[in-house]
């Protein structure tokens, strides 16, 4: 129940602020089109870069933050360097802590920043490797906030699959994480104007893998 009133009560204050920018709509179609349409590194920095523009004419406003966010870590999986990909995935942390700012208990918000973070670790696992407790944190609050979150689901399958067997992970434990995963994506229906719908194309990639 407390978890259903703060999911709630964060889309009703979405649903306000919205409200009260003439501009907002525009500027986050635009972005979640150049969004679609990025094929490179290159695309998604200049999404990235065009959301955090919406951002700053839109500062009550949670999504262009996490946009801008998202479109920087898909960037950083593009970049070759790793201090320029470690530089990269800061920026999107801070973006999300931005957000987060705003919203402060938001499940996408939570799922994104675990994202990041595990990124993060993987750019310097050797040395990093015990970051990976903050990362798995925001992921388990994610889920906490909303139990269907099928991006939380799928982020921490996602990570079980690349994990070694060696060190708990691999395709066999990934496989039924990612089968709830996928099916949290399936019952999975927008809750607002511009609300995170990402994820489920690349779930169905790595399902069919463990399936194999």
Not at 47 to 52: I, L, Y
Not at 58 to 64: D, F, G, I, Y
Not at 68 to 94: C, M, P, R
Not at 175 to 198: G, I, S
Request: aromatic share 12%.
């Amino acid at each position: 129940m407390k978890t259903t009133l703060l999911t709630i009560a964060a889309i009703f204050a979405t649903t306000i602020a919205f409200a009260q920018s003439p501009n907002f709509d525009k500027g986050m179609t635009k972005g979640l089109e150049m969004m679609k349409s990025a094929k490179s590194g290159e695309d998604f920095l200049a999404t990235a870069n065009f959301f955090e523009r919406v951002a700053t004419t839109e500062k009550t406003q949670w999504l262009p933050f996490y946009y801008s966010a998202y479109n920087l870590l898909v960037s950083g999986h593009f970049e070759q360097d790793q201090n320029k990909k470690d530089g990269i995935f800061d920026k999107a942390l801070n973006l999300t802590l931005q957000a987060q700012a705003i919203q402060p208990t938001n499940s996408e918000l939570e799922a994104l920043a675990g994202y990041i973070k595990l990124m993060k670790v993987y750019v310097d696992p050797m040395n990093r490797y015990m970051d990976i407790q903050a990362a798995m944190g925001n992921l388990q609050k994610a889920k906490e906030l909303d139990q269907n979150n099928p991006r939380a689901a799928f982020i921490l399958a996602q990570n079980t699959f690349y994990t070694p067997e060696a060190y708990g992970g691999g395709k066999k434990l990934a496989l039924p994480m990612l089968q709830d995963a996928m099916k949290k994506f399936e019952n999975y229906k927008p809750a607002f104007a511009f609300a995170p719908d990402w994820g489920a194309e690349r779930c169905k990639t790595l399902l069919d893998e463990a399936q194999k």
